[in-house]
């Protein structure tokens, strides 16, 4: 057997589509449980991975890269504070609303869904939010609720003040907030994958099809409508919402919330302010107003606080202007082992993604550029020059739908449609 036949192992188990991180992610992860076993060649550490659950989820785990922190993508959030604070829908009394967070990863995503929930009054009773992850580790990490600067990102971190507690390790997350959020391990792919139909109101999956091929991301899809109820709501990351719209859905006008509805959906009313034994207290009336907006105004530190330190920006992971020189200069194979090396130490980010999807295409793989393209997209939603080759690519291979979802990003962004820019290196 040789990496092909691993990376054919993966895809049957977890549907990953190995150009979606590069191959090179692939048979480093490989490489890594490899020395961990004492394996010291493909064949043997295939055989080993076929025939042991553990081993297999163990390599699950090595591609696995948790990316995420709270708030991220804050429109969404708004446009979720909007629907559950609004005459939009009814929901009886007697029932509660439910949330699927898939996949969760170390649970970032749902707390932030309970945090907007509890932002707009909903109290843990009124709703039941499922975190569904593959991933053991990152559920782990998601039930000890405790974080690093890295899971706080940007200025706007008022949140964090209200919904967590300072220790010795780390930001600790009220109990309040963990006591909505049931997580649990598994895998979409999976026969018999929660089983039941029309189960939630709303649904986050987002960046998840973008590591699938077609036929897998399809597959997914059907799912999603089967556990969606009839008037839900779906989220989708920002690349993934052509592939929507082509299989059925409808997109909403919430400018970049990226939210979804079946085309049969019918809006109900639900009451502005979900029913309570006792008034809405100042507290939670100010929580409201910081997590509903888009923008929320920073709040000073108590002055018990003097001494805690904001969370630290991350390091830059982008390419070393050598890699773009040697691209520029015609030299792609060594443009691209520098970039490689260069994702190798320090991560991707949105700008080595999209330097590795201009050479993938210039190399005529198109199927990594759109992968690497869809993954800067991941990274940063509003890089428009991969969004622009992105269009490209995709109208060549008759996704009009998706390439169209694109010009009309860019056209918000104030950017060229695509198909107004000439080719790098064609």
């Known amino acids: 057997m040789s990496l092909l036949a691993l990376e054919s192992m993966l895809k049957e188990r977890m549907g990953l589509d190995a150009a979606s991180i590069g191959r090179s992610s692939v048979e480093r992860a490989v490489k890594e449980r490899m020395a961990a076993c004492g394996v010291h060649s493909f064949e043997a550490y295939s055989e080993r991975a076929q025939h042991s659950l553990a081993e297999m989820q163990a390599l699950i785990e090595a591609i696995v890269v948790p990316e995420t922190w709270f708030f991220r993508d804050r429109e969404a959030f708004a446009a979720l504070a909007k629907v559950v604070g609004s005459d939009e829908w009814r929901l009886p009394a007697s029932s509660s609303l439910r949330i699927l967070s ?6 970032e995503e749902p707390y932030t869904i309970a945090m907007t929930l509890q932002g707009c009054g909903w109290q843990p009773a009124r709703y039941h939010i499922d975190a569904v992850d593959i991933s053991s580790r990152a559920l782990a990490l998601a039930a000890a609720a405790i974080y690093g600067s890295n899971s706080f990102r940007g200025t706007e971190l008022a949140f964090r003040d209200i919904y967590f507690t300072r220790t010795v390790q780390g930001w600790r997350l009220n109990d309040n907030v ?17 089983p039941g139909e029309a189960l939630y109101d709303i649904v986050f999956c987002r960046n998840l099809l973008i590591y699938f091929d077609r ?7 059907t799912t999603l409508r089967r556990l969606l109820k009839p ?5 989708v990351g920002s690349s993934e919402t052509g592939l929507l719209i082509t299989l059925g859905f409808v997109l909403e006008k919430i400018p970049q919330a990226y939210a979804l509805r079946l085309p049969s959906a019918t809006v109900a009313v639900m009451p502005r302010v979900p029913v309570r034994s006792k008034p809405v207290s100042p507290s939670v009336s100010r929580k409201a107003v910081l997590i509903s907006r888009v923008r929320p105004p920073a709040i000073p530190l108590n002055r018990h606080e ?3 330190e904001p ?5 830059t992971r982008d390419p070393p202007a050598e890699a773009m020189q040697l691209a520029d200069q015609g030299r792609l194979r060594e443009a691209a082992d520098l970039c490689e090396a260069h994702v190798q130490k320090h991560g ?11 050479l993938s295409k210039t190399a005529g793989r198109e199927q990594d550029a759109i992968a690497y393209f869809r993954k800067a ?7 428009s020059e991969a969004m622009t080759h992105l269009a490209l690519l995709l109208e060549k291979q008759g996704d009009g739908a998706g390439a169209q979802v694109l010009r009309n990003r860019l056209r918000r962004l104030g950017g060229a449609p695509a198909g107004d820019h000439g080719d790098a290196w064609r």
Do not use: W
């Open 215 to 221: 036929a897998t991301q399809e597959r997914v899809v």
């Open 311 to 315: 969370a630290s920006p991350s390091p």
């Open 306 to 308: 003097k001494n805690i």
């Open 377 to 383: 997209l991941y990274l940063d939603t509003q890089h």
């Open 348 to 358: 991707m980010s949105a700008q080595s993604c999209h330097l590795m999807g201009l």
């Open 231 to 235: 008037q839900g709501m779906l989220f």
């Open 102 to 107: 898939l996949p969760c990863s170390s649970g």
């Open 178 to 194: 963990r006591e909505g959020v049931h997580f649990q391990q598994a895998n979409i792919l999976a026969q018999g994958f929660m």
